[in-house]
């Protein structure tokens, strides 16, 4: 991990950020997509999921370009969504629980990811340009997923 200033610290950051928040993306879609009914909805889960991916993969180049080993989700929000996740499911595991349960995420991350955006104003251009992707990615599914609500 660097320690850098400026608008390779704020590109940097910015990156760590969008890693941390598509890994918890990512595991978020993995604790619930079994227990999905709906073959629309499991469908569209699989497909952020793929979309999660590749946004991923995109952010692995730029930190390795970096010089940044990225960020772990920390284990406090890890473990937070992980029992939120399982208590809900285990009163009511239907696809409206899990639709709410998508939607509160893709909430959390669209606010964390445009706080971030704004915080670190000085990053390069393919790093904005990535968060505002996965923001969008974020909003979207929040949209696509109310149908199920």
């Known amino acids: 991990m660097t320690d850098k200033t400026g608008a390779d610290g704020d590109t940097v950051k910015l990156l760590r950020e969008c890693d941390s ?16 009914q709906n073959y629309d909805f499991k469908t569209l889960l699989s497909d952020s999921k793929s ?9 692995d180049m730029l930190l390795i370009k970096h010089a940044d080993d990225g ?22 595991g239907s696809d409206n629980t ?9 909430n959390m991350g ?8 704004n915080q670190y104003q000085s990053a390069d251009s393919k790093s904005k340009n990535i968060a505002s992707r996965l923001v969008d990615i ?7 997923v109310r149908q199920f609500l």
């Open 21 to 36: 928040g598509i890994k918890m993306g990512i595991s978020a879609i993995d604790d619930v997509i079994n227990d999905v």
């Open 51 to 59: 979309q999660h991916q590749k946004l991923q993969e995109e952010i």
């Open 71 to 92: 960020k772990e989700p920390s284990p406090m929000a890890k473990s937070m969504s992980k029992m939120k996740t399982n208590m809900k499911m285990a009163f009511d």
């Open 98 to 106: 899990i639709a709410d349960l998508i939607t509160d995420g893709c």
């Open 110 to 117: 669209v606010k964390s990811l445009s706080r971030y955006l």
């Open 138 to 144: 974020e909003d979207r599914l929040s949209v696509d």
